[in-house]
């Protein structure tokens, strides 16, 4: 098993910064590509952010050119530039092995962009 912990969640003004990380333990070894999700109050859960093991990285439409993930062995960041109200929702670590039962999930921290 692996699990995951995040942490780096809490209240930043429009257009502010947070960053976030995620700490895998456990069978990391498993571990091929890792992403960020969140999901906002009433709406399903979307992609923000995805890295695989030779960190190429793709991003969500709404975040391009705002948020950067990275990675470090089987931790992984996402950097939150230019923080947007829209942006307020729970964000979730995730990550994933060569099978399709190996999904991994932290317990998700809170994102609120108010002002």
């Known amino acids: 098993q692996v699990q995951l912990v995040e942490s780096g969640g809490g209240v930043v003004q429009p257009g502010g910064s947070l960053r976030l990380s995620c700490v895998g333990s456990g069978d990391t070894f498993k571990i091929t590509a890792m992403a960020w999700y969140r999901q906002a109050s009433g709406k399903e859960r979307e992609l923000v952010a995805h890295i695989d093991l030779r960190k190429r990285t793709k991003y969500g439409d709404s975040v391009k050119g705002r948020f950067t993930i990275s990675r470090d062995n089987a931790n992984v960041y996402l950097q939150m530039d230019s923080l947007k109200f829209e942006d307020t929702a729970v964000y979730y670590c995730?990550?994933?092995?060569?099978?399709?039962?190996?999904?991994?999930w932290g317990q998700g921290t809170q994102v609120t962009v108010s002002s």
């Open positions: 995730n990550a994933r092995g060569d099978y399709v039962w190996e999904v991994y």
